[in-house]
């Protein structure tokens, strides 16, 4: 390895195998079970659709690494292992989709039409359906991954990471299914347009959908359940919950409650889906600052023996765990090209220090001191390249 | 694992987290998919009821009357629509396992002409019913056969032949 290689941060270690654990059973049973309905559904229409379902696979596995490397972006303060959120996909992509919600799916909307009529349950089943299976089947996923894993989970910023996980999963392997459903509406005739209007409404719409619900949904899950570096808020915890499901209510029924209310029938239900992206973008913001503010404090309270021992200033401490905006403040510091580079380095290993104590639960692993050896090496070309 | 936390080979500890899910797994995958068939359909159709087949515009709609004392198991009786809702759905009524149901989908040939589409399916056999309009004449498409046949293996021949569809000048 030459000086000028970087170490890039391992992420922590999970373990998805834990036969003794019976959160391993309930958790790949179902996941195993959904795979098996999945691919049944798609080899039969791959049989006379195979070009459309080649196109649209490789259309979603573009859509799923560009939402993959932006939900790994804002995990920046303590990343989770991946395999942890290779995990929370699974569940939230088979799991949650086939072997639960389209059963309950099918089910809760057949009681509401037999028991409140046909007229009732047009307006308001969708709203009262999928918002409640689908936020409940993705956040049993969260309860499934603390019990294998509970160490990682500290934060409802981490429930709102691995809630954004279980929803990408949710949100693409449904979109499969829609789009399957649109070869077959028009019975072939021209299945390529119809899956193409499905695909690209779909992908428009999916940045606020499923993604942003369960974000909500277990962040609120962690607040009510308390965790360690969270205490336990039940109030706060239960109105995010409600929250989660009430913005994807909103969604499936195209804001219909709010357009009922306003007596603007059916002129305003064109509006309905901007209207539920603007709301489902206000409400994920705001969440997204409550649960990172206390994801930042407790990142800095763990770097405090780093400081103290002198591996990293407090400056440097603050603005590893401070906004994007204080890194970049810390970046610009000083003068000159190679400053700004030096000191960019030194955010990016200062970072791997915070990865590495995280991983060895604080402990002085081979890794951390090497991670630490690094950003001392970064820090000298820091002050070198310093010039007043 | 300690040995006091043991429960058939189970770490006791984690009971607490996985049992709720396995609770609701049962739930959602068979409780509630029973409870929905063990309540009857209870909606018969009443005398001057008119159902919805779909609106296609705010200044017309497709309706047919079904008959009396059928229950509807899908569909929108017109004058009780919902106020916001789309009224597009496909009515199907009910009497004694006697099922009837109709469903229109608009389809477009290679040539650019729509059509109207519609697929049933009975207990031996399933097919499609297109029409389409080519210049002042009616064109009815029927396809019929074994469910399998039609579904899976001809899909494809039967979408090709229904978009190839078309007016041509003679000699072209």
């Not at chain 1, 899956?195 to 499923?210: D, I, N, P, Y």
């Not at chain 1, 305003?268 to 539920?276: C, N, Q, S």
């Not at chain 2, 059928?70 to 009780?80: F, S």
Request: with cysteine; proline share 5%; hydrophobic share 50%.
């Amino acid at each position: 390895m030459t000086d000028t290689t970087v170490a890039k941060a391992p992420t922590a270690r999970f373990r998805p195998v834990q036969p003794r654990n019976a959160a391993f059973w309930v958790l790949w049973v179902p996941v195993l079970i959904g795979v098996y309905i999945a691919i049944g559904r798609v080899s039969t229409d791959a049989r006379y659709y195979g070009t459309v379902l080649i196109v649209t696979t490789v259309y979603f596995a573009f859509y799923a690494a560009l939402l993959w490397w932006f939900t790994q972006r804002i995990d920046r303060y303590s990343q989770l292992p991946w395999r942890m959120v290779v995990t929370a996909f699974l569940w939230g992509g088979f799991a949650a989709t086939f072997t639960m919600a389209i059963h309950a799916n099918d089910a809760l909307l057949e009681i509401w039409t037999k028991t409140m009529g046909q007229p009732w349950a047009m307006q308001w089943s969708a709203a009262l359906t999928a918002p409640i299976t689908e936020e409940l089947a993705k956040g049993a996923g969260l309860l499934l991954l603390i019990a294998l894993a509970g160490r990682y989970v500290r934060t409802a910023f981490d429930g709102f990471v691995l809630g954004a996980f279980l929803g990408l999963g949710f949100q693409i392997i449904e979109d499969v299914v829609y789009i399957s459903g649109a070869f077959g509406a028009n019975f072939g005739a021209e299945p390529l347009s119809a899956a193409l209007t499905t695909l690209a409404l779909r992908s428009v719409t999916g940045v606020t959908g499923h993604i942003l619900y369960s974000a909500v949904f277990c962040a609120g899950l962690v607040y009510l359940l308390g965790r360690s570096k969270e205490p336990r808020r039940v109030g706060r915890g239960i109105t995010l919950m409600l929250l989660g499901m009430l913005l994807h209510s909103l969604w499936d029924s195209g804001n219909a409650a709010i357009f009922w209310a306003l007596g603007a029938g059916l002129t305003g239900v064109a509006l309905g889906p901007l209207i539920g992206m603007i709301e489902a973008a206000i409400v994920v913001w705001i969440v997204f600052k409550m649960t990172v503010a206390n994801e930042r404090r407790v990142t800095r309270e763990e770097l405090e023996p780093e400081v103290a021992s002198g591996v990293m200033s407090a400056e440097l401490a603050d603005a590893v765990t401070g906004t994007r905006r204080d890194r970049r403040r810390y970046r610009k510091d000083g003068k000159g090209v190679a400053h700004h580079r030096a000191r960019k380095n030194q955010l990016e290993a200062a970072f791997d220090v915070a990865a590495e104590r995280d991983r060895g639960d604080g402990q002085a692993t081979d890794r951390l001191v090497f991670a630490r050896a690094e950003l001392e090496r970064v820090t000298q070309r820091v002050a070198s390249t310093a010039k007043d | 694992m300690p040995v006091e936390n043991r429960v058939w080979g189970l770490d006791r500890r984690s009971l607490p987290w996985a049992l709720p899910v396995l609770g609701l797994i049962i739930v959602m995958a068979w409780v509630l998919p029973a409870i929905a068939r063990a309540i009857p359909w209870d909606d018969p159709v009443e005398p001057g009821d008119v159902l919805f087949i779909s609106q296609p515009a705010d200044a017309f709609r497709i309706v047919f009357t079904p008959a009396v004392g059928w229950n509807i198991e899908q569909g929108v009786v017109v004058g009780e629509e919902p106020p916001t809702a789309a009224r597009g759905i496909d009515p199907r009524v009910v009497d004694e396992g006697v099922a009837f149901s109709a469903l229109t989908k608009p389809f477009v040939t290679a040539a650019g002409d729509k059509g109207l589409l519609v697929r049933y399916v009975s207990p031996t056999n399933d097919g499609v019913l297109a029409a389409l309009v080519l210049d002042g004449n009616g064109v009815q498409v029927t396809v019929t056969g074994p469910a399998e046949q039609v579904d899976v293996e001809h899909a494809e021949d039967v979408a090709a032949m229904l978009v190839s569809i078309r007016e041509e000048e003679v000699g072209s």
